[in-house]
């Protein structure tokens, strides 16, 4: 079945930088653009970024503009977030989300990985 | 902060009707279509709707959504517990070059 598996998550101090990871399958990974959405505890969900299918293009929030960097390796069906300088507000679950299945939304998502910003 | 604007709760008994709007603006839900998530407590969110008003496979025909202008609704008919949950629209906004996800509405079943 298709399915998205995040990993990566953990704890780390405020200006410091992690990379979390999605894996892809059951499906054409090279196929679809990719997204990461992210909530933080005790709120909503907050669309982060976007990956065209072959990395052509891609689009940030205001909230991580500058300090975030979406990628992926269509090869290994794996879809990354490197994220730089972190702030406490950066912590929250971080899901990845298949886009273009269906038109402007995300038909397939992972279970999450956590992220904690903290000193 | 959020775009789109939702109400913080909804509620019904079983069996009842209950209605969920979505408030945008001339760049997001009035150009581009509306989409419907619905997440769980403990689970991954899950795609509701789509196109505004279209349902990918699996979802049952009580949720029904419906677009006017700059605004949107999700229905639920013949609510049932395992609704309970947070509902969130989203839509791609022009003037960001990003997806806006509404604030979230809780529901419960009473």
């Known amino acids: 079945q298709e399915q998205l598996v995040e990993s990566g998550g953990g704890v780390v101090q405020p200006g410091k930088s992690l990379r979390v990871s999605c894996g892809g399958s059951?499906?054409?990974?090279?196929?679809?653009?990719m997204n990461w959405v992210r909530q933080a505890p005790g709120k909503g969900l907050e669309w982060v970024a976007v990956?065209?299918?072959?990395?052509?293009?891609?689009y940030y929030a205001d909230s991580v503009k500058g300090r975030f960097t979406i990628s992926r390796d269509n090869f290994k069906n794996t879809l990354y977030l490197q994220m730089k300088n972190l702030r406490v507000e950066d912590t929250a679950v971080y899901y990845c989300?298949?886009?273009?299945?269906?038109?402007?939304?995300?038909?397939?998502w992972g279970q999450g990985t956590p992220v904690t910003v903290s000193s | 902060q959020s775009v789109l604007s939702q109400p913080p709760s909804a509620s019904g008994t079983p069996g009842q009707r209950v209605s969920i709007s979505c408030s945008g603006s001339?760049?997001?839900?009035?150009?581009?279509?509306v989409i419907w998530y619905q997440h769980l407590p403990g689970t991954a969110p899950r795609l509701l709707m789509y196109s505004d008003i279209q349902r990918p496979s699996g979802v049952p025909d009580r949720f029904s959504g419906s677009k006017s202008g700059t605004s949107a609704s999700l229905a639920i008919s013949g609510l049932q517990s395992e609704d309970e949950g947070d509902y969130y629209c989203a839509a791609w906004d022009d003037s960001r070059n990003g997806y806006v996800f509404g604030t979230g509405t809780r529901v419960s079943v009473l």
């Open positions: 989300a298949r886009g273009g299945g269906v038109p402007f939304a995300f038909d397939v």
């Open positions: 001339s760049s997001n839900i009035g150009i581009n279509s």
């Open positions: 990956i065209w299918f072959d990395g052509s293009n891609m």
């Open positions: 059951g499906f054409t990974f090279s196929s679809y653009e």
